[in-house]
């Protein structure tokens, strides 16, 4: 069983940055593909960013390419969200995800998202 734990929300002014931390135990971390995903008030979840268990390419979703970066550190079994240049639309709870073994591919994952997900991180971005 997969466990997922993020920390790191919290709120910021427009323009500033964040990092999430997302500790992965359970499971061997070389086999899964990590993601973040966002639910903001009203709104469906939003595919954010997601990496392959090989931290091969990174892949994102349109409304956040050029200001997050997702990676990942094997040593300490810990997946990471950089977020710069944030915007109040970027208000949401974040979600960390993993999908252990065979990469499913973006578009999946952002139809159905990953098998295993943590409770979730507060991000509040003012104006």
């Known amino acids: 069983q997969v466990q997922l734990v993020e920390s790191g929300g919290g709120s910021v002014q427009a323009g500033g940055s964040l990092r999430l931390s997302c500790q992965v135990s359970?499971?061997?971390?070389?086999?899964?593909?990590m993601g973040w995903f966002r639910r903001a008030p009203g709104k469906e979840r939003e595919f954010v960013a997601a990496i392959p268990k090989n931290g091969g390419n990174s892949y994102y979703g349109d409304s956040v390419k050029g200001r997050f970066a997702i990676s990942r550190d094997i040593n300490k079994k810990t997946a990471y969200l950089q977020m710069n240049n944030l915007k109040p639309e970027d208000t949401a709870v974040y979600f960390c995800?993993?999908?252990?073994?065979?990469?499913?591919?973006?578009?999946?994952?952002?139809?159905?998202?990953?098998?295993?997900w943590g409770e979730g991180t507060q991000v509040t971005v003012s104006p």
């Open positions: 359970g499971h061997t971390f070389s086999d899964i593909n």
């Open positions: 995800a993993a999908d252990p073994g065979h990469w499913g591919g973006t578009v999946w994952y952002e139809t159905y998202g990953m098998e295993y």
